[in-house]
């Protein structure tokens, strides 16, 4: 067991099981032990077997067959819920400390980033086009590839999640995904409005506590009548793999002010008890249709899927009719549109109607509920899956059009090449309809883009695309651009196979504006560039107007370039007070081999010192046991051992380190005055 593992499964209009686990779930099996493989052939393993890795969403039937993976890379991803059109959410829990915290859209078969898709390194590594700012460089959003987020909400510790779909609490709550935070002590909603093809959101406090910091929100659920529980574990701490407290713990009810305080629970569950007959069955649709909870849908849906319970030889008429009746509002119709679908087929008057539905919403369920139907009966059907597609992919809406995408992943029909160009040629600068269409591509780039029939793309398609001609177009799209250049574009690079993409850095370096050429340069390393024709005297024209100067160590932090570790080291040596000279030791603890090579230089000392100096003002977790054990060791000089004691003293992970050394006895005597005048000049004065 593990807090990253499986915490919950939610029953979904669609009769299936959708459920996940985070990062420590490395695997799905079936009884026997067996690793599972889902409907579309893909492993449900996050072991060795990237693109698919980290996190992940799945869903199932109700016997836990047919499973299938709809996003992976997630960290931390405490539970999915799914409302009644079928779309998915969750949250996903950031690195601790780095206000990362975020909620997803679950766009199915999306990469949600939180490792680099190829080579699986982490967010802190560099790379070109990074955000600023660390809860978005957290998930890797800049990369393409990676679905964007819904909602960054900061700090927190996310667990339970519900869509709230009943009507007693305010307007501004229903329909809403209703999310608990154990960190921040507060049960939230995320008040969704349209983004393009996907979604943004306002947070609404729905609890939190202002005082009383052991107010833990872990799960939050609708009852029968629309109230709202919400648990709360009452803990000093948020959870993870401890606790303070073992004895309290708490439910609330959440109902509007002034309404009913009386919970009163149902009597017997609908249709208990009642012969199976059309009366019967009229009161179950309406309630499967209108009940805000969740147990009760789930009773309903197995009396009409157990032929044992006698409800299977009811017809879709009066569903039909509860449809068309104007009593029931957009969520009921979308449960509709599901029951009809699975119980009595794809033939049935609801899905036809829905999919010229005013509501897109309701469109994109019937598109889904038309997929589910045809995903359970492949043999001989595509071309009526296809009549459905064409028709839905010259949509008005992105969101609908988004459906259309997705279900293209695992076509590799000529077919399927026609319509995903017609959505192509309809792309307008969304990032999630970008990515849409990426999905419904990365399986068979070379077929969808021939089928467009453009020569020059548009640039972000090339950037986003995985075909064997898309390291060359954008090469071409980076050459060619005025102005200034998008690092994020040069990026898109890291994506395609090796030997196109090293042609293409290298074209980008000789023919490029400067900067990115300087990027491109990184990308390439000192040693090919020398290789090069004409590649030393490219490199020194790009790098004299800048070699030495701050301007020099923040391209470099920028571009992610790396090579350049004596020009870097350099720099330090010549401003050993500059605040570039921090930024630049970071930037070589990248490649700490090379690092430990240069503080054993002992040809010159000044440099050394220079360097162990700002590495200890970057107050970096790897520097105090660099510097330590350079300190421990028996052929140091004094000289530098002074100048590595000040140094570590500095910051405050490597001053603990360098106080473990002296209480362990392992400090030099003759270092002991200089470590105790340092520790009283240090910052950290734990």
């Known amino acids: 067991q593990h807090d990253h593992g499986i915490h919950a499964m939610h029953f979904g209009a669609d009769g299936r099981l959708y459920f996940n686990f985070g990062n420590a779930g490395k695997r799905l099996c079936d009884p026997e032990g067996n690793l599972i493989t889902d409907i579309n052939g893909v492993k449900c393993s996050a072991e060795g077997n990237r693109p698919f890795q980290e996190g992940m969403v799945f869903r199932c039937d109700l016997d836990g067959k047919n499973v299938e993976l709809l996003g992976w890379n997630f960290r931390n991803n405490w539970e999915v819920c799914v409302d009644s059109f079928g779309t998915m959410w969750q949250s996903d829990n950031d690195d601790d400390g780095n206000k990362g915290v975020r909620i997803n859209y679950v766009m199915e ?95 609404v406090n729905l609890l939190k506590s202002e005082t009383d910091r052991w107010f833990r929100p872990s799960d939050v659920c609708v009852a029968p009548d629309g109230s709202l529980f919400v648990a709360d574990w009452y803990d000093p701490g948020v959870g993870g793999h401890g606790m303070g407290d073992i004895e309290k713990g708490r439910i609330f009810r959440v109902i509007p002010k002034g309404g009913d305080t009386a919970y009163r629970p149902p009597g017997e569950r609908p249709g208990d008890g009642k012969e199976p007959n059309a009366r019967t069955a009229t009161e179950l649709y309406q309630r499967y249709a209108t009940t805000p ?91 009526s899956l ?121 074209s980008i370096f000789q023919k490029a504006q400067p900067e990115i050429a300087l990027a491109a340069a990184g990308k390439i390393g000192r040693g090919q560039i020398e290789k090069l024709d004409g590649g030393p005297e490219r490199l020194d024209e790009l790098l004299g107007p800048v070699l030495g100067k701050s301007e020099f160590v923040i391209l470099a932090d920028k571009l992610g370039l790396r090579g350049f570790e004596n020009e870097l080291a350099d720099f330090i040596e010549s401003n050993p007070t500059s605040p570039e000279s921090v930024y630049a030791a970071r930037l070589l603890l990248r490649d700490q081999g090379k ?92």
């Open 109 to 203: 078969y999306g990469n949600f980033g939180y490792k680099d898709e190829i080579t699986g390194a982490g967010w802190r590594d560099p790379r070109p086009g990074m955000s600023a700012e660390i809860p978005l460089r957290h998930f890797h959003q800049n990369d393409p590839g990676v679905v964007p987020n819904f909602v960054q909400t900061g700090a927190g510790s996310p667990t339970g999640i519900c869509v709230y779909e009943g009507k007693l609490l305010p307007m501004i709550f229903q329909n809403q995904v209703i999310h608990c935070d154990a960190g921040p002590n507060v049960t939230r909603a995320y008040v969704r409005k349209n983004d393009g093809a996907g979604y943004s959101a306002e947070m």
């Open 293 to 383: 909870n969740m147990a009760e849908r789930y009773h309903i849906w197995n009396l009409f899927a157990d032929p044992n319970h006698g409800f299977q030889e009811q017809t879709t008429k009066r569903l039909f009719e509860l449809y068309e009746s104007g009593e029931v509002d957009d969520v009921a119709k979308a449960r509709l549109i599901w029951f009809a679908t699975v119980m009595f087929g794809d033939k049935n008057p609801i899905l036809a109607k829905a999919l010229e539905d005013e509501n897109p919403d309701l469109r994109i369920t019937a598109l889904r509920a038309w997929r589910q139907s045809w995903e359970g009966h492949r043999e001989g059907r595509q071309e």
């Open 386 to 506: 296809h009549a459905v597609l064409k028709q839905m992919a010259g949509d008005k809406n992105p969101q609908v059009r988004r459906e259309v995408a997705l279900a293209l992943r695992f076509d590799d029909s000529k077919t399927a090449d026609e319509i995903w160009a017609t959505l192509a040629k309809q792309y307008d600068g969304d990032r999630w309809y970008l990515e849409a269409l990426g999905i419904g591509a990365d399986l068979c780039w070379d077929d969808r883009l021939a089928a467009l029939g453009d020569p020059k793309p548009h640039p972000d398609l090339v950037w986003r695309s995985r075909g064997s001609k898309s390291a060359e177009r954008l090469a071409e799209v980076i050459i060619a651009a005025t102005g200034e250049v998008d690092p994020s574009l040069l990026r898109g690079l890291d994506f395609q196979p090796a030997e196109s993409k090293a042609a293409a850095f290298e």
């Open 595 to 686: 690092l430990r090579e240069m503080l054993r230089d002992s040809s010159n000392p000044d440099r050394v010192g220079a360097i162990a100096t700002a590495l200890g003002k970057t107050n970096d977790r790897n520097v105090g046991r660099l510097l330590g054990g350079m300190l421990t060791a028996k052929n140091t000089p004094d000289s530098l051992g002074k100048t590595l004691v000040n140094a570590m003293a500095t910051g405050s992970n490597s001053s603990r380190e360098l106080l473990k050394i002296a209480r362990d006895g392992n400090l030099d005597d003759s270092l002991k005055t200089t470590a105790a005048l340092a520790f009283a000049r240090s910052p950290d004065k734990r």
